[in-house]
């Protein structure tokens, strides 16, 4: 069984991530904690493989821990599961080796899907000395499968700095639906543009959209869905 800690300072996200690691077979909860202190003594007291990590929590932030770990060089994997969406903070953790990165809110068949990918490789690597130079082929040729499926290109007539604004203001809405004219009020960007960064959006499967009819002209309303990957690369 793989031993899973969860670092979560909300009770109620610890609570329904446990369960969630509780339905995934080959997964066993070793250990829960609410912040980085509580973390390193469950990682002194138990075997963890690993760890489902928050960023914001009080004191230490979870990728403080994560350099520590690796500072330390401690066998151990990290998922981080987080409200974080920041492009520093994600090449921060990439770069310390998380294996994946998760971004709060998150459907369970999003972290069913890590776990299942992790599972593969920790077994892959855990039960052989050595491993062929085919194997590692395909366990890297996977990951720089999951690292395409994030790169969007950007079309002409949009910049990527615009795109990657519109995108944060989104992601505060969390699961509101709002119109053009809320984004473009809370952006300080025209209506126009505003329109054909949505409907980009709407294209790449990043938003729902819906006509919604009432008094004077329809009014497009869209909403973030939260099965798709929202860790972005762009590219020109």
């Known amino acids: 069984m793989i031993q899973v800690l969860i670092v979560e300072d909300d009770p109620m996200v610890a609570d329904l991530n446990k369960k969630y690691v509780e339905q995934v077979e080959g997964f ?8 980085v202190e509580e973390a390193c003594k469950c990682l002194e007291e138990a075997q963890v493989d690993l760890i489902l990590l928050d ?8 990728l403080q821990l994560l350099k520590e770990l690796r500072e330390k060089d401690e066998q151990v994997d990290v998922i981080l599961i987080t409200a974080a969406s920041e492009r520093e903070q994600i090449q921060q953790s990439l770069r310390l080796g998380a294996v994946d990165y998760l971004i709060k809110p998150f459907e369970f068949e999003r972290l069913q899907e890590a776990l299942a990918k992790y599972k593969e490789n920790h077994y892959v690597l855990q039960d052989k000395q050595k491993v062929s130079q085919n194997e590692l082929d ?14 969007i290109q950007v079309p002409k007539g949009l910049t990527q700095t615009t795109l990657e604004h519109i995108i944060s203001v989104i992601r505060k809405k969390g699961d509101a639906a709002f119109s053009t004219d809320e984004i473009a009020n809370e952006t300080e960007i025209s ?6 960064y949505l409907k980009f959006l709407k294209e790449i499967d990043f938003l729902d959209e819906t006509l919604i009819y009432g008094v004077g002209r329809p009014v497009y309303q869209y909403q973030m869905k939260h099965t798709h990957d929202l860790d972005l690369e762009f590219y020109h």
């Open 138 to 151: 395909q366990i890297l040729s996977k990951q720089e499968e999951r690292q395409d499926n994030r790169r």
């Open 191 to 196: 209506r126009v543009s505003v329109r054909k």
């Open 28 to 35: 066993q909860l070793a250990a829960s904690a609410s912040d």
């Open 55 to 62: 960023v914001y929590m009080p004191g230490r932030n979870g």
